[in-house]
T-cell receptor, first 119, second 112 residues
Framework: AQKITQTQPGMFVQEKEAVTLDCTYD???????LFWYKQPSSGEMIFLIY??????QNATEGRYSLNFQKARKSANLVISASQLGDSAMYFC????????????????FGTGTLLAVQP | EAQVTQNPRYLITVTGKKLTVTCSQN?????MSWYRQDPGLGLRQIYY???????DKGDVPEGYKVSRKEKRNFPLILESPSPNQTSLYFC???????????FGEGSRLTVL
């Protein structure tokens, strides 16, 4: 069964430093998609970054980058130059059914990592 | 502005009193789904819809119903809410089964 594991329930980081949030996944599909979402205390889910299993390069979006290590089945999120506004819960997710979500278009979510940025 | 709109955002109700959480998207998306978020469990899919009049169960459908009579709307119906349905609910949509999921702002439901 497909599964996402986030082993860090909570993390602290100093403002302006970089932080890595861990995510490992388990799937037997050769084709899949990996997502990171941010959930601030207000509750909404904000899309951050996407990595397809066949993408040759690691995805980057501004201060966010995804360290994709396919052989290790890991998709860690790296936030550079942390800001106070980065304090939030972060979820890693995988699209079921490969890059093409099939009929359900379902995302399987990890349990999240709560990041606190300290001034 | 492209968005997924849920209502109500917050609701406190009592066991057994039927309620509906509405979801509407203005992006002409075909795929819509409902998730619930519970502490320590992440988000889990309740129901999904591929298009108008096409719906099916997700991972945790018990106690919920949905309908998709129009492309833009996908309401979640709790016929007889129970306390174990106290949760944060998200509606999501995407243009295709390969595209990014756009989430609504969430609806926090408490069943007493």
């Amino acid at each position: 069964a497909q599964k996402i594991t986030q082993t860090q329930p909570g993390m602290f980081v100093q403002e302006k430093e970089a932080v890595t949030l861990d995510c490992t996944y388990d799937t037997s599909d050769p084709s899949y998609g990996l997502f990171w979402y941010k959930q601030p205390s207000s509750g909404e889910m904000i899309f951050l970054i996407y990595q397809g299993s066949y993408d040759q390069q690691n995805a980057t979006e501004g201060r966010y980058s995804l360290n994709f290590q396919k052989a290790r089945k890991s998709a860690n999120l790296v936030i550079s130059a942390s800001q106070l506004g980065d304090s939030a819960m972060y979820f890693c997710a995988m699209r079921e059914g490969g890059s093409y979500g099939g009929a359900t278009n379902k995302l399987i979510f990890g349990t999240g990592t709560l990041l606190a940025v300290q001034p | 502005e492209a968005q997924v709109t849920q209502n109500p955002r917050y609701l406190i109700t009592v066991t057994g009193k039927k309620l509906t959480v509405t979801c509407s998207q203005n992006m002409n998306h075909e795929y819509m789904s409902w998730y619930r978020q519970d502490p320590g469990l992440g988000l889990r899919q309740i129901y999904y819809s591929m298009n108008v009049e096409v719906t099916d169960k997700g991972d945790v459908p018990e106690g919920y119903k949905v309908s998709r009579k129009e492309k833009r709307n996908f309401p979640l119906i709790l016929e007889s809410p129970s306390p174990n349905q106290t949760s944060l609910y998200f509606c999501a949509s995407s243009f295709s089964n390969t595209g990014e999921l756009f989430f609504g702002e969430g609806s926090r439901l408490t069943v007493l």
